[in-house]
């Protein structure tokens, strides 16, 4: 199972950015999905999450700014960020609950996106 986050890249303050993730692989099952991000210097932290079943969870520094969504029939998730602030500049990661067989959750990372907000 592999996770290809995709869509980083610079922006002014104040724009937008759509990130994308894709799970490919032999996959029985994909649960909950989410983003984190990890800002030079700081700790990686949570950005938001979303369930299979669509239940959503933000960071309070990202509520109203971000929507995270998937399309389980494409095993993709998308994180729509509007409003960017230079705060948000970090690298972005993609992580997925998997499951191969059934019974057989595990947790995946993917490789990372950076987004750049400049002032």
């Known amino acids: 199972v592999q996770l290809q986050a995709s869509g980083g890249g610079l922006v002014q303050a104040g724009g937008s950015l759509r990130l994308s993730c894709a799970a490919s692989g032999t996959i029985f099952g994909i649960y909950t999905m989410g983003w984190y991000r990890r800002a030079p210097g700081k700790q990686r932290e949570l950005v938001a999450t979303?369930?299979?079943?669509?239940?959503?969870h933000y960071a309070d520094s990202v509520k109203g700014r971000f929507t995270i969504s998937r399309d389980n029939a494409k095993n993709t998730m998308y994180l729509q960020m509007n409003t960017l602030k230079p705060e948000d500049t970090a690298v972005y990661y993609c992580?997925?609950?998997?499951?191969?067989?059934?019974?057989?959750?595990?947790?995946?990372w993917g490789q990372g996106t950076q987004v750049t907000v400049s002032s």
């Open positions: 979303v369930s299979r079943g669509g239940t959503t």
């Open positions: 992580n997925a609950d998997i499951s191969q067989s059934p019974f057989s959750e595990q947790n995946y």
